[in-house]
């Protein structure tokens, strides 16, 4: 693993007060991907997110823990266009599940 050089940024952005969005986005393996974004610079950055494999096992990455040997927070702005809104609600009974 290299080290994440964008812990800095992310922190600052999760600690902000600036309005979170909530997102999920499923791929062609039956995962589930779901993130929480703060928008900067005119593009959502993800600030959290939670990945559920086929085999239903969750992952969390977050400026606390940015990558592992099996993924990592993304690096570039989420593509909006391509994930479904979701309520925040549902992404913390999520993110929470993984405690």
Known sequence: ???DLRRSLVKELSE??????????DDERGGVWLFESVEG???????RQAE????????????????DE??????QPLDIWDLTEID???FEAVWTAGE
């Open 70 to 75: 099996h993924g990592f927070l993304t690096d």
């Open 16 to 25: 902000s007060e600036r309005p979170r969005r909530y997102w999920r986005g």
């Open 41 to 47: 610079d005119g593009e959502h950055w993800a600030i």
């Open 88 to 90: 925040g609600a549902a």
């Open 52 to 67: 559920i494999d086929g085999a239903r096992r969750l992952r969390r990455y977050w400026w606390r823990h940015p990558q």
């Open 1 to 3: 693993m290299h080290p």
